[in-house]
């Protein structure tokens, strides 16, 4: 895996929404802390452009993606926010200059297109993190201060309570993954991950509890859960049931799809849809240990 450039004071990064639109009062809180730490902040040109509910047309989406993956002084581009769109406009990008110049891709949710679609055809490492929409969601310090140290170059490692789900182990492997309905959703495309002797982190958001299982089945039946080195679970918020209830938790449907595996699985890891959205590089190796009592991410 190619690890891009860490940021220094001084370096300009760039705010894309290449999903749905922002406004320039929910980016300026982020503006602000990214100049805090030094940064010079470029705006994309179609930034705070609305098209229905996206972040403006597919090509003035594209348009700006592409210009910050073309400009070499951009040391970083930040998704600005999820939701929906990545997926209309990933095969109207070229790679070609980013691949020579490879820079931080950062984001999390609907940005689970790119860290696939790079890790799978490029081999170019991607920070998973807060974005600008709700990078001080309740303030949270820790998440955009664990965002800072991975684009800086500081080491990294995560100690939390094992949670009662959890499934005592020790692996290393390369970390992937992000939402499990985006993964779900690129199945079988060019975009698809390899999760082979991997760690695999996956959440998600809103979504009926029959259809995680659905989605978790994708993953079994399709060999993604079988020779894993780990599995790490971050949030599962805001789960929905049927009036008939589906009669199993998120965290019951999971344990479930991976029986018959042996390797350490960490629940309630402190990523995805939560307040508490710690940085984690995909595409780095990652050592995960789960005890009884505590559970930790050591990243090489």
Known sequence: MITPPYLKK????AIVAPARSVTIEEMMPAINLFEEWGLNVVLGNNLFRS??????????????????????????????????GIVRIIDLLSFDRFVEHPKWIVGYSDI?????????CFGIETLHATMPINVFANHNYDATESMHDALFGKPISYQIATDSHSRVGEGTG??????????????????????DGKILFIEDLDEYLYHVDRMMLNLRRSG????????????????????IPFGATAEEIILEAIEGTDYPVCFGFPAGHLDDNRALIFGREVTLKVSEDQSTVVFK
């Not at 993604?224 to 009036?243: E, F, Q, V």
């Open 51 to 84: 098209h229905n509910q996206f972040s403006g047309t597919e090509e003035e989406r594209a348009e700006d993606f592409q210009a910050m993956l073309d400009n070499d002084a951009i040391k970083a581009i930040i998704c600005a926010r999820g939701g929906y």
């Open 174 to 195: 390369e970390l992937i993954g992000g939402n499990i309905s985006i993964l779900y959703s690129l199945s079988a495309t060019e975009s698809d991950i390899n999760t």
């Open 10 to 13: 001084g370096d300009s990064i």
């Open 112 to 120: 689970t297109i790119f860290h696939s679609h790079i890790h799978t």
């Open 224 to 243: 993604k859960l079988t020779n894993l080195a780990g599995l790490m679970i971050g949030g599962l918020t805001d789960m929905k049931d049927n009036t």
